[in-house]
Nanobody
Framework: QVQLVESGGGLVQPGGSLRLSCAVSGTLSSRNTMGWYRQALGKRRELVVSVESFGPTKYADSVKGRFTVSLADFGRTIYLQMDSLKPEDTAVYYC?????????WGQGTQVTVSS
């Protein structure tokens, strides 16, 4: 089993920055995909960025150049640095991990971009 716990959400003005964190625990496989997704009110959950353990990092076009993903603690922490935030970035952000054909989600953290 894998547990994911996000933190770092909050209210920020347009143009501001936030850094989200996701703590990963449990039985981890070296071959995996980590990612951040988001879901705005009334919309489908969408991919923000995915990081394959033995592959590329992929960003959604809407966040390229503004968001940066990074890993630490041998993959037990994943960060999402969000800069130049826009009101349309407002959503609940979820940490995601796929391994051994199973998908795990965190509980989500709210990000609100508003003046």
């Amino acid at each position: 089993q894998v547990q994911l716990v996000e933190s770092g959400g909050g209210l920020v003005q347009p143009g501001g920055s936030l850094r989200l964190s996701c703590a990963v625990s449990g039985t981890l496989s070296s071959r995996n995909t980590m990612g951040w997704y988001r879901q705005a009110l009334g919309k489908r959950r969408e991919l923000v960025v995915s990081v394959e353990s033995f592959g590329p990092t992929k960003y959604a076009d809407s966040v390229k150049g503004r968001f940066t993903v990074s890993l630490a603690d041998f993959g037990r922490t994943i960060y999402l640095q969000m800069d130049s935030l826009k009101p349309e970035d407002t959503a609940v952000y979820y940490c995601n991990r796929v391994q051994d054909s199973r998908t795990f989600w965190g509980q989500g953290t709210q990000v609100t971009v508003s003046s």
